[in-house]
């Protein structure tokens, strides 16, 4: 079978040095590459960022198949995700205000790899409840019940053959808690929209960084609960400064454009990366 990758930038800003190095690791484990993307967030991503990440690949000397795939086309198949686990009882409107849900963390909240889970205070909302505060115009997100999730789907688990470890990982389908799915603002959230786009084009593996290995566990969950095809998945290690840490698009010494603009080379980048010429 062809194995098939991708790379999913979001277009905030400029690659840098750690986007090379997912852009070349993803192209190096498949025979077909693919480019998304994700630029579900209208207010940070810039059309003149997208072509400059098609630049920089392009420099690198990537090639993907066309065309490349946009979220921000993809609402609509969002949406029928979400109908989908809202058919299922599985989705809920969350009310809560970002101070109330700070005074209740504080208070007793448990904690995941992305802080502290939100800690319920919409769960158990009536119908009617829910209903009145919608009718009332009260903004809100909806989110995954977890426990009822992790019902539903039974024991779970990835295949993982990254960088830094290989074989099946089991799924903790609470570790995330109840994460948002999807806002009044933005129809759908990266998990999900991630899930449903992998499926949609065939990706056979997912590559990303080792930090993104926890998000592989709520992403099962909705592969199970959408009947979605499971991927194989493999992190990678992380490329990082003198001090460190992962670069950022805001450090602008680091960015592939910058490079290129001082004269380095697709083949220095891969040196500097220790990536095979």
């Known amino acids: 079978m062809t194995i098939t990758t991708r790379f999913a930038p979001s277009p905030t800003g400029l690659l840098h040095l750690g986007h090379a190095y997912a852009a070349l690791y993803a192209a190096s484990r498949g025979a077909r590459f693919l480019v998304r993307i994700e630029d579900i967030d209208g207010t940070r991503c810039k059309p003149a960022y997208e072509t400059a990440i098609l630049t920089d690949l392009a420099w690198l000397g990537l090639s993907w198949e066309e065309p490349v795939l946009r979220q921000s086309g993809r609402m ?28 209740e963390i504080e208070r007793a909240a448990p904690h995941g790899p992305e802080g502290a889970h939100y800690p319920g205070l919409c769960r158990h909302l009536s119908q009617e409840r829910r209903a009145d505060k919608i009718a009332a115009g009260m903004a809100y997100a909806l989110r995954l019940d977890s426990a009822k999730a992790a019902a539903q789907c039974g024991p779970l688990s990835f295949a993982e053959s990254g960088e830094g470890q290989s074989g099946r990982i089991a799924v903790d389908p609470l570790l995330f808690g109840d994460i948002v799915l999807a806002r009044k603002e933005t129809p759908s959230a990266y998990h999900l929209a991630v899930v449903v786009d992998d499926a949609f084009q065939g990706v056979s593996l997912v590559t990303r960084g080792a930090d993104l290995l926890p998000a592989t566990h709520i992403q099962r969950v909705l592969q199970a609960l959408l009947g979605l095809p499971e991927p194989a998945y493999a992190h990678h290690r992380l490329i990082l400064d003198e001090h460190g840490k992962k ?17 380095e080379t697709p083949g220095a980048i891969r040196a500097r990366l220790r990536l095979p010429q």
């Open 76 to 103: 609509a198949a969002y949406g029928e995700a979400l109908a989908r686990l809202r058919a299922q009882d599985l989705l809920y409107p969350c009310f809560c205000t970002r101070a109330e849900i700070a005074a």
């Open 247 to 263: 670069f950022s698009k805001r450090d602008r010494a680091v960015t592939l454009q910058s490079l290129r603009e001082k004269g």
